[in-house]
């Protein structure tokens, strides 16, 4: 009996059911330590995160966002408005303008057109207006009229908006009261009160209208 009892195959399972139970223990307080850790690392990633957006939506407030050289700054409707070297006002305007660096004062323009004081007008397709040379650049179709009632036609033009200058190297045809005008080059100088024109100068005077001399309505009548 003593035999039976020593070998009973109960008493033999119950050490190693202790032992699963203490190993079963131990693996829940490490499943419940790699949780915790998880869920700590977690929260950390998620501080870290939010703090990295707050930090970069305070340093796009405090820094102006940098426009690299190979970007262009387009501007609707703008407007320039200065005076010449007499004092006189002057505006230019256009339909766009473009800027490819925000440091540089040039511009290219789209439909700039100039009037000055005077009411002298000049307009072009296209042109480059530099405020610190106080030059504007016109290209292609370049309209220049004044109040007296000339107006001129050439494909380029610089005017010296300071200075109340235009000069250009290209041919130049104009109309006016006193008859036609062609050359290879111009100048329009104080405001168009003297033009000089030099190459090849053509011009068509407009014989003036003789004085009609007036009538004694007695002797149209046939009185005496």
């Known amino acids: 009996m003593d035999?039976?009892?020593?070998?009973?195959?109960?008493?033999?399972?119950?050490?190693?059911?202790?032992?699963?139970?203490?190993?079963?223990?131990?693996r829940s307080s490490l499943v419940r330590g790699l949780r915790v850790l998880f869920m700590a690392c977690a929260a950390v990633s998620i501080g870290?995160?939010?703090?990295y957006i707050i930090k970069s939506a305070?340093?796009?407030?405090?820094?102006?966002m940098q426009?690299?050289?190979?970007?262009?700054?387009?501007?609707?409707?703008?407007?320039?408005?200065?005076r010449d070297s007499t004092g006189q006002s002057f505006t230019i305007t256009a339909d766009a303008a473009r800027r490819k660096e925000l440091t540089a004062n040039a511009v290219d323009l789209v439909g700039p057109i100039l009037r000055d004081a005077a009411g002298t007008e000049v307009r072009a397709p296209s042109g480059m207006y530099d405020r610190d040379a106080g030059i504007l650049e016109l290209y292609d179709d370049v309209e220049i009229t004044d109040a007296s009632g000339y107006s001129f036609k050439t494909t380029a033009a610089r005017v010296h908006?300071?200075?109340?200058?235009?000069?250009?190297?290209s041919p130049l045809e104009g109309k006016g009261p006193l008859g036609d005008i062609?050359?290879?080059?111009?100048?329009?100088?104080?405001?168009?009160?003297?033009?000089?024109?030099?190459?090849?100068?053509?011009?068509?005077?407009?014989?003036?209208?003789?004085?009609?001399?007036?009538?004694?309505?007695?002797?149209?009548?046939?009185n005496p």
């Open 3 to 26: 035999a039976v009892k020593h070998h009973d195959p109960a008493s033999l399972w119950a050490p190693r059911r202790q032992l699963t139970l203490e190993e079963a223990r131990r």
């Open 48 to 51: 870290l995160f939010f703090g």
């Open 58 to 64: 305070f340093s796009r407030d405090a820094v102006p």
């Open 67 to 82: 426009i690299s050289g190979d970007e262009v700054v387009t501007m609707l409707n703008p407007r320039f408005a200065g």
């Open 161 to 169: 908006v300071g200075q109340d200058w235009v000069e250009g190297l």
């Open 182 to 222: 062609r050359s290879d080059s111009y100048e329009i100088l104080e405001g168009g009160n003297r033009v000089v024109f030099q190459g090849n100068v053509k011009t068509v005077i407009y014989p003036a209208e003789p004085d009609v001399p007036a009538t004694d309505e007695g002797d149209a009548d046939g």
